[in-house]
């Protein structure tokens, strides 16, 4: 374990870019292997291959730029879907609604019938069945 810390010393590691990459990767190489595409296959190489380089690789700043520009175009994709999972798992509990002036989304506990609700982004009054 020794030798391959040593052989890691100075060098980038994995990063959120490179498991992006891989997880990229092994789903492409499923379709291509379903549907019979040699160049998805290659195309996964070249992937896999990128990844490795990634990782190995001793020029850090220039890795962590890559990641850092990989970071500005997937947090907001997290964000997005994890909030839409989040309101697909609590929609039995909740009802989630926006608001007529602003469009904020908000939520509240079902079956409490008619309710008013006030936004908290805008200040909007509005009467809402829950
Ligand atoms: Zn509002």
């Known amino acids: 374990m020794n030798g391959f810390r040593n052989f890691m010393v100075g060098r980038y590691g994995t990063d ?14 499923f379709i291509g292997d379903a549907l019979n595409l040699e160049f998805l ?23 962590q730029k ?14 997005w879907s994890k909030s839409k999972y989040n309101i697909v798992k609590d929609s039995k509990d909740y009802k989630y609604f926006k608001c007529p002036n602003c469009k904020q989304i908000m939520r509240a506990p079902r079956g409490r019938g008619k309710i008013s609700v006030t936004c908290r982004k805008c200040g909007t009054k509005f009467i809402q069945k829950s």
């Open 16 to 29: 959120q870019f490179t498991l992006f990459l891989l997880i990229t990767g092994m789903v492409l190489t």
């Open 41 to 63: 296959t290659i195309l996964t190489y070249a992937i896999f291959i990128g990844c490795v380089y990634r990782t190995l690789s001793r020029n850090i700043l220039a890795r």
């Open 66 to 79: 890559e990641n850092f520009m990989f970071l500005k175009y997937w947090n907001p994709v997290k964000t």
